[in-house]
């Protein structure tokens, strides 16, 4: 055996333990990674949507304490004005209702945690139904509006308050960070696990979007 096969001999034994020793450890990077995407990922979502939905139902049952908004469920048939004249966040408005996918609320003026535990809320910076422009409404989609995303475009939505009753007819259903509001007499139900639906900052959202085809003011 000839001087030269024999001088790189352990210089290459050396280099090849490194270079396995490399591997091994992107190997197992590999499958810590593998393992996240299988098992910890899909888990840690489901554990985090179960809180979510437990501090919703929670909310809808504990008792409210002297820095919250108070609900006012009192409903006495009234005109618009003289509702505008008293208006409060946590009075009850009336109620937001589609048969076809089961969806019958209370609807609340003001989006905050009193409102929500209770039903639905109505933006109070949005259009008071009927009234020329966009009514905005959200709940939460663990309690109130968990229906809500088996709704179909053409679906009839139904809003019945202390001044008369609307009808809606919903012309599309979309999800995303945020929501184009429409022009003219509308409607926008929102749900999510936020308190401000309609903020940008949220995550994904899923927006029902609705026109107006008939009142019945009192």
Request: proline share 2%; with cysteine; net charge neutral.
């Amino acid at each position: 055996m000839s001087k030269s096969q024999n001088s790189t001999s352990p210089s290459h034994k050396k280099k090849s333990k490194k270079h396995y020793q490399v591997l091994s450890y992107f190997r197992y990077a590999a499958v810590y990674l593998l393992v996240s995407l299988i098992v910890i990922a899909p888990l840690s979502a489901m554990i985090l949507s179960k809180a979510v939905n437990t501090v919703h139902t929670a909310q809808k049952v504990m008792t409210p304490n002297s820095n919250e908004v108070f609900i006012d469920d009192s409903y006495d048939e009234c005109s618009y004005s003289d509702f505008l004249e008293t208006v409060k966040v946590g009075k009850l408005l009336g109620s937001v209702s589609c048969e076809n996918v089961g969806l019958y609320e209370n609807v609340y003026y003001g989006i905050n945690r009193a409102c929500l535990r209770n039903g639905a809320g109505l933006d109070s910076t949005s259009y008071l139904f009927g009234e020329g422009g966009c009514s905005k409404i959200a709940a939460y989609e663990s309690t109130s509006f968990k229906t809500l995303k088996n709704i179909k475009v053409g679906a009839t939505i139904k809003v019945e308050t202390y001044w008369g009753s609307y009808e809606y007819r919903v012309t599309a259903v979309t999800e995303g960070k945020s929501v184009d509001i429409p022009d003219g007499d509308s409607l926008v139900l929102a749900v999510n696990s936020s308190a401000e639906p309609f903020s940008a900052q949220n995550g994904i959202n899923t927006y029902v979007i609705a026109e107006l085809t008939s009142k019945e003011v009192h």
